[in-house]
């Protein structure tokens, strides 16, 4: 089975997924995480989604990811992509491509947060500057004053308010709109991200179950 996850930023997306992964065997591609990585040894990719908080171009994001699920995870089987896909464009061009090695998407699952929410959640996230555990001051604090590996604890630039506002607009404009083609597909399964984890947690293992019988 190949699931999407999406939503908006801090709707704990990533959090659920891993915990998805783990439980479930399968192979997690975290579309934020991929792209930081890159960042680090190209400027304008750092340009572009750190400093700016900008969506990398959909021709760039299409090859670098398939690319990078095709060394990874050969057989295309068990995939859980967060972050990917963010387009319609995005969305049709990795349909077309599991089509051709004779694969599918099964499952789209939305978590639903306001805007309201994501921007408190966001305005507390930290990141250890040593091993990039992410902490939330509110929901997920750090052991102290640093992070548990004894690293400094650090904002992102593209979690500061101005970045946050932008983000958000850049994911109703085009990230939002595959939701209404996800139902379109028949694959759309639609979850409140505004309760406990563990809660949606079991949630989504409930979907997934009754999804593949």
Same mark, same amino acid.
């Given at each position: 089975m190949n699931i999407i996850i999406l939503g908006p930023q801090a709707s704990g997306k990533g959090t659920q997924a891993k915990l998805l992964s783990e439980k479930l065997g399968l192979f997690f591609f975290e579309s934020g995480d991929f792209w930081r990585e890159k960042?680090?040894?190209?400027?304008?990719?750092?340009?572009?989604?750190?400093?700016?908080?900008?969506?990398?171009?959909?021709?760039?994001?299409?090859?670098?990811?398939?690319?990078?699920?095709?060394?990874k995870s050969p057989s295309l089987n068990n995939l859980l992509l967060d972050g990917y896909p963010?387009?319609?464009?995005?969305y049709q061009l990795l349909v077309d491509w599991l089509k051709e090695e004779g694969k599918k998407i099964d499952l789209a699952i939305l978590l639903k947060i306001s805007d309201q929410e994501a921007v408190?959640?966001?305005?507390?996230?930290?990141? #250890?500057?040593? #091993?990039?555990t992410v902490y939330n001051l509110?929901?997920?604090?750090?052991?102290?004053?640093? #992070?548990? #590996?004894?690293?400094?604890?650090?904002?992102?630039?593209?979690d500061r308010p101005e970045a946050i506002e932008k983000r958000l607009q850049i994911y109703h404009a085009t990230t939002a709109p595959l939701i209404e083609v996800f139902k379109k597909d028949g694959i759309l399964v639609e979850v409140d991200g505004e309760r406990p984890i563990e809660t949606i947690s079991d949630d989504l293992l409930k979907i997934v179950a009754g999804h593949g019988e």
């Open positions: 960042a680090k040894s190209d400027p304008r990719i750092d340009e572009m989604i750190n400093k700016k908080g900008e969506l990398v171009p959909d021709t760039e994001v299409i090859a670098s990811t398939r690319q990078y699920l095709k060394e963010r387009s319609l464009k995005q408190r959640r966001l305005s507390a996230r930290v990141v #250890c500057e040593k #091993c990039g509110i929901t997920n604090p750090p052991p102290g004053e640093k #992070c548990q #590996c004894g690293g400094n604890l650090i904002q992102r630039p593209d």
